[in-house]
């Protein structure tokens, strides 16, 4: 029997829009975890080590890591690969850090591989809501990690996002680990349709989580909007998504009704 298993819900496939017997897999995350969780996990598998001590071992592995990776050099750590990368033209075979920028690129090492094959998928059904987000695309990258290039295009693929209605909380919002909300104006709105939005990601936001936000009265049709705008959320990486990400938040439906 499998060690680990991933429950997911099935999903209309966007891109064949037309064939609606087409589904494809959308995974019911749990939660994010952040250090404090995992070393909680560390002292539980091993009491005998203290606490404190690998909290040491984990910071002073993050700066020897960060430190090797803006120095050059590719990093193997067994759970993944990490190499520096470069975004921007070499305008006058100059760097620019006002339009030039460094990322890591990340891929799953040995570790990762070993938990995948002992991992099995549990199909919960088709999924109940008919109003999420359920992918999205960097124009850029082609990435469909929920990674985005700031300053580029960034397509979400959902059910019922249409942005619509009145109210003033109607739009797309990205919010960071610090509480700062930055809105998207509705001039970088470029597509937008009940199943697709294609906008622009503002150019000035740093790399780093944000909490994505589509608020809308949109309820399936167009002569009808709802009365309580509805929200649903996701998150969402400037740069590239961290290996230990933790996924999305799912629908929060945080609109006062209830979703259709």
Same mark, same amino acid.
């Given at each position: 029997?499998?060690?680990?298993?991933l429950k997911a819900w099935l999903v209309d496939n966007y891109v064949t829009a037309d064939n609606l017997t087409d589904k494809i897999f959308q995974l019911e995350t749990a939660r994010s975890i952040d250090k404090t969780v995992i070393l909680d996990r560390m002292a539980g598998k091993n009491p005998g080590v203290r606490r404190e001590t690998?909290?040491?071992a984990f910071d002073l592995m993050e700066e020897v890591v960060a430190e090797a990776l803006m120095n050059g050099e590719s990093v193997n750590t067994g759970l993944f690969r990490g =190499? /520096?990368?470069?975004r921007? =033209?070499?305008k006058n075979g100059a760097w620019d850090a006002a339009t030039d920028s460094i990322y =890591?690129?990340?891929t799953q090492g040995k570790v990762l591989r070993e938990a995948i094959a002992d991992t099995t998928v549990q199909i919960l059904g088709q999924r109940p809501a008919n109003f999420y987000i359920g992918s999205g695309l960097d124009a850029e990258? #082609? /990435?469909t990690d929920f990674s985005a290039t700031a300053g580029g295009g960034y397509t979400l693929y959902g059910r019922n996002i249409k942005l619509a209605g009145t109210d003033p909380s109607v739009g797309i919002k990205l919010k960071a680990a610090d509480g700062t909300e930055t809105a998207i104006e509705s001039s970088k709105v470029l597509l937008n349709e009940a199943? #697709? +939005?294609i906008f622009t990601i503002p /150019?000035?936001?740093?790399?780093?989580?944000?909490? +994505?936000?589509?608020?809308t009265q949109f309820k399936g049709s167009a002569a009808e909007f709802l009365k309580t705008p509805r929200s649903t959320s996701q998150n969402l990486y400037i740069g590239t998504v961290p290996p230990s990400a933790g996924g999305d938040d799912g629908d929060d439906d945080s609109e006062g009704g209830s979703p259709l």
């Open positions: 029997m499998a060690k680990n298993i690998m909290a040491l =190499v /520096a990368q470069f921007g =033209v070499a =890591v690129s990340f990258t #082609r /990435a199943s #697709r +939005l /150019a000035g936001l740093s790399d780093g989580e944000y909490l +994505l936000t589509v608020t």
